[in-house]
T-cell receptor, first 115, second 110 residues
């Protein structure tokens, strides 16, 4: 049981390049999330998904797109990278412990630098 | 979700109890209180959650004030591996999202 995995672990992009971050979970969780964490700050939600084929915007969605074609995978895309997107990206998945409680499991993160 | 206020940093000696406070004065009656922690260079991990009553699990205890406007995460015997940023989060019953603040950086001294 690998939990939540993220690919790649590190990446350096030039301004304007595109890339896709892959998140995979093997816990059969319905919900998946993408966060970014800038130095010295807490996590901010980019997009999330409440099930296969559905996505929704979080707090900071601009410049990112997501897709959830399979239940176990959640992809985060940057179409035209900007230096402001330099950050550590965390993926998470969750299930409902009971109504209203969703314990989130986080991946190890992807460190992205845009030059 | 109610705004939470936590101290930026705290220190503790190894093997002593640690009490991490959190204020959430605008919490509504159906909001849950969650605690997560983030070890260095790792993603956050769930610690504990509660609604009204105090809660215990293998990692920690959560003490919730009677008026629910504050709570305290208690680590009974801090170890060096407990050095992390601790986040206190409130969320409504229907929310599937968590809003992370800046948390409390806990330093454990040997």
């Amino acid at each position: 049981n690998a939990g939540v995995t993220q690919t790649p672990k590190f990446r350096v992009l030039k301004t304007g390049q595109s890339m896709t971050l892959l998140c995979a979970q093997d816990m059969n969780h319905e919900y998946m999330y993408w966060y970014r964490q800038d130095p010295g700050m807490g996590l901010r939600l980019i997009h999330y998904s409440v099930g296969e084929g559905t996505t929704a915007k979080g707090e900071v969605p601009d410049g990112y797109n997501v897709s959830r074609l399979k239940k176990q995978n959640f992809l985060l895309g940057l179409e035209s990278a900007a230096p402001s997107q330099t950050s550590v990206y965390f993926c998470a998945s969750s299930y409902s412990i009971l109504s209203g409680i969703y314990e989130q499991y986080f991946g190890p993160g992807t460190r992205l630098t845009v030059t | 979700d109610a705004k939470t206020t936590q101290p930026n940093s705290m220190e503790s000696n190894e093997e002593e109890p640690v009490h991490l406070p959190c204020n959430h004065s605008t919490i509504s009656g159906t909001d849950y209180i969650h605690w997560y922690r983030q070890l260095p260079s790792q993603g956050p991990e769930y610690v504990i959650h509660g609604l009204t009553s105090n809660v215990n699990n293998r990692m920690a205890s959560l003490a919730i004030a009677e008026d629910r406007k504050s709570s305290t995460l208690i680590l009974h015997r801090a170890t060096l591996r407990d050095a992390a940023v601790y986040y206190c989060i409130t969320s409504s019953g229907s929310a599937r999202q968590l809003t992370f603040g800046s948390g409390t950086q806990l330093t454990v001294l040997p």
